[in-house]
Every structure is written in structure tokens, then in C-alpha cells.
T-cell receptor, first 113, second 115 residues
Framework: DAKTTQPTSMDCAEGRAANLPCNHS???????VYWYRQIHSQGPQYIIH???NNETNEMASLIITEDRKSSTLILPHATLRDTAVYYC??????????????FGQGTILTVHP | EAGVVQSPRYKIIEKKQPVAFWCNPI?????LYWYRQNLGQGPELLIR????????DSQLPKDRFSAERLKGVDSTLKIQPAELGDSAVYLC?????????????FGSGTRLTVV
């Protein structure tokens, strides 16, 4: 699976949009971009994923650049409960390596009142 | 939906003792995973099951770790004997049959402390 690079930490004011970047310059054509987050003392939680089109769900939006070498997770109105470690992961959609999530260090997002 | 259930939530043992963790995946999820998360690090895959078959155990330290998933539902991860370096959070996750692109669902994990 391709390697990802994320900032170590970010801050955001409550109610503002949180934009979390991720670089994945070696991503392959059959690899999806996934985002998970992990709140303290809990297991990782799936947020969203995409291949090349922008995606939106009830939790967040995912913007993937046209060359697919980077993406941004957007939390439109951050709350204190969004304080967590956010992981960007690229993962193949099939084959023998399917099913393995390779987590990096992630980005520690702190939402301030 | 109950989610992925793990027990115990916390475990403290002395080194060289055995320990076991239990996981009950989401009903109908054929794929089950065990991950280990060291302090300050992201989770790392130990083993993946498709039904009762271990299809990826390349990262499982087989000299002391073992896992089973009898009947393709619940799973148990065992360490015998435990070492100080095994202190970590052990996470179980499940997902629908391989081929689906949806995300996994993780349990809350078992925090193991070896003293």
C-alpha cells in the first residue's frame, strides 16, 4: 500500500471548518483513500473513503486532487467531540493485500472552544 | 446493532503469564481482524480471518501468539508467555466479505499491561 504523509498536529476553533491534508504521491490507480479517526480510549472509526471523485457523507467531505497525489478531509463545523487522531490510509480494493489497513502516525486534531 | 464487542477491557498480568482476548464481530461480517496498537502509534495488523480461515498472519509473532476463530464467528487471541514488550492495546475489527469497499468497524480494544 502507498505511504501517506500527514501533519503531526493541527488546531481548529469550535464551529469552524477543519481541513486535514494528506499526501499520497505514490498512490496507485487501484488504491482508495480512506480516512479513520480515533478518539481517546476508543477503536478507530471509519469516516469516509474515495477513489478519484470528491465524496461527502454525514460526517465529512473528502476532496481528492485530480492527480490523486493528495487529499483533504473536511469537517465542516468542528465540535469539541471531533478532537481525535485522524488517519489517512490508501488501500487496494482487491487482491491478496486487500483487507490490510496500514496506519501511519496520523494527525492529532484539537478543537478549541 | 451491537458493534464489535471485545473483552476484557483492561488486563494486567505478570510477565511469562498467559493471557487471552476475546472478540465478537458484527453479525454477518465474514472478515475479522486483530490489530495491535503501541502507545503513540497507529494500529498494526496481526492477523486477518475470512470466516474461520486465517488468510493473512504474516505479522503474527507465532512463537508466542496464537489465534483462532472457530465456527467463523467469535475469535480469541492468545499470548503465551507474555513479555513486557507486549503491553499495548489489542483491537479487533470486522467487515463484510472481502470485496466490499466499506470501512471496518473496530471494537474498543483490550488494554494489556505486562508488569
Amino acid at each position: 500500500d502507498a505511504k501517506t504523509t500527514q501533519p503531526t498536529s493541527m488546531d481548529c476553533a469550535e464551529g469552524r471548518a477543519a481541513n486535514l491534508p494528506c499526501n499520497h504521491s505514490t498512490i496507485s490507480g487501484n488504491e482508495y483513500v480512506y480516512w479513520y479517526r480515533q478518539i481517546h480510549s476508543q477503536g478507530p472509526q471509519y469516516i469516509i473513503h474515495g477513489l478519484k471523485n470528491n465524496e461527502t457523507n454525514e460526517m465529512a467531505s473528502l476532496i481528492i486532487t485530480e492527480d490523486r497525489k493528495s487529499s483533504t478531509l473536511i469537517l465542516p463545523h468542528a465540535t469539541l467531540r471531533d478532537t481525535a487522531v485522524y488517519y489517512c490510509i490508501v488501500r487496494v480494493a482487491g487482491g491478496t493485500s486487500y483487507g490490510k489497513l496500514t496506519f501511519g502516525q496520523g494527525t492529532i486534531l484539537t478543537v478549541h472552544p | 446493532e451491537a458493534g464489535v464487542v471485545q473483552s476484557p477491557r483492561y488486563k494486567i498480568i505478570e510477565k511469562k503469564q498467559p493471557v487471552a482476548f476475546w472478540c465478537n464481530p458484527i453479525s454477518g461480517h465474514n472478515t475479522l481482524y486483530w490489530y495491535r496498537q503501541n502507545l503513540g502509534q497507529g494500529p498494526e495488523l496481526l492477523i486477518r480471518y475470512e470466516n474461520e480461515e486465517a488468510v493473512d498472519d504474516s505479522q503474527l509473532p507465532k512463537d508466542r501468539f496464537s489465534a483462532e476463530r472457530l465456527k467463523g464467528v467469535d475469535s480469541t487471541l492468545k499470548i503465551q508467555p507474555a513479555e513486557l514488550g507486549d503491553s499495548a492495546v489489542y483491537l479487533c475489527a470486522s467487515s463484510p466479505r472481502t470485496g466490499k469497499k466499506d470501512g471496518y468497524t473496530f471494537g474498543s480494544g483490550t488494554r494489556l499491561t505486562v508488569v
